[in-house]
């Protein structure tokens, strides 16, 4: 617990080329948190926007050929400097397309964080986990043993989300229990817990893991508050409230309220 009081800050810049859907929920979610979206996707500035980034944010919801070229350049560029790059690969395995794309931008891009429902992680490590359309199938594998065996063979840190979510580099693992079902009612849940995520790596220097973990606890947390305070009255409510709550968790509320725990090596 320490890596929210630096988001707040230090107010990463974080450059995002996200899908059309969850553009604005995700510019207005990290500036409640704390962090300075930049939603950019022209191929004259990616690279230098990101270049000046504290963490950069690609995501495939909407993806198309303009995107793919955006995402690999602004990657690119931030791989050139050493600054974390998170991927949400929205519908991996739903599409050939999308499949394909996200293997060719973990091949070309060095990705620091891969985040996404379990059978979207499995699809772009090239194992089969049922998808319909962008949200978690009906997969019956293991997902602490498929996150972990992503990590190893992306070589990145793995987030697994779903009722549990899981933050893995292959070796460290840990399991966040924090969240509530309400998420799964707002879309962009997941792209914007991507991004937020970027916010956290941005300031964690060499503890990423340490940052991812508690970037998806913080996250989980603002969601138990939101829900208790909307209680009965639906995902509209609930999405305006959550967004308060990313400004208005603290570090003392995180620390009571943070469900990890350290899963033992297997
Ligand atoms: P999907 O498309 O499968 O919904 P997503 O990209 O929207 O995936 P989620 O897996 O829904 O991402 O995760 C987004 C956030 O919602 C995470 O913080 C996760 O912990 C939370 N979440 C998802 N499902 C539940 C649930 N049933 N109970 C509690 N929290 C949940
Ligand atoms: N369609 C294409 S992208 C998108 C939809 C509905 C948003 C998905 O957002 P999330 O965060 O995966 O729920
Ligand atoms: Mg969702
Ligand atoms: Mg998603």
């Known amino acids: 617990m320490q890596f929210l009081t ?4 230090q107010n990463p810049l974080i450059h995002n080329i996200t899908n059309i859907v969850v ?14 979206p930049f939603m950019a ?12 980034a504290g963490a950069v944010s690609l995501n495939i919801g909407t993806l198309n050929p303009h995107s793919i070229k955006a995402m690999t350049l602004a990657g690119q560029a931030a791989n050139a400097q050493g600054i974390p790059v998170v991927l949400d690969p929205v519908g991996a395995g739903a599409t050939p397309f999308r499949t394909a794309t996200t293997h060719q931008l973990v091949s070309d891009i ?25 949200d978690a199938g009906q997969g019956s594998g293991d997902a602490l043993q498929l996150a972990r065996k992503a990590a190893r063979k992306l ?4 987030i697994a989300t779903g009722k549990e979510d899981i933050v893995t580099d292959g070796s460290t693992t840990f399991l966040i229990a924090n969240g509530h079902a309400l998420l799964t009612k707002v879309t962009g849940a997941g792209c914007l817990l991507s991004s937020v995520v970027a916010a956290f ?11 991812a973990a508690e970037a998806v606890s ?13 209680e009965g009255q639906g995902p509209g409510s609930f999405q305006i409230e959550f967004l308060n709550q990313l400004s ?8 009571r309220l943070s469900s990890i725990t350290r899963v033992p090596e297997s």
């Open 41 to 52: 996707d022209s191929h004259e500035e990616v690279a230098d926007i990101a270049a000046m």
């Open 218 to 230: 913080f996250y989980g947390v603002a969601a138990e508050l939101a829900a208790a305070r909307t």
């Open 23 to 36: 553009t604005n929920f995700t510019a207005n979610g990290l500036l409640a948190l704390g962090a300075s």
């Open 248 to 255: 208005l968790v603290d570090e003392e509320s995180l620390r």
């Open 6 to 9: 630096k988001v707040r800050e």
């Open 155 to 158: 070589d990145c840190i793995v």
């Open 110 to 134: 060095n990705i620091t964080a891969l985040r996404g429902n379990a059978a979207e992680v499995a699809n772009v490590a090239g194992d089969h986990w049922e998808v319909k359309g962008v």
């Open 201 to 211: 790596l941005a300031v964690a220097g060499e503890r990423q893991l340490e940052a």
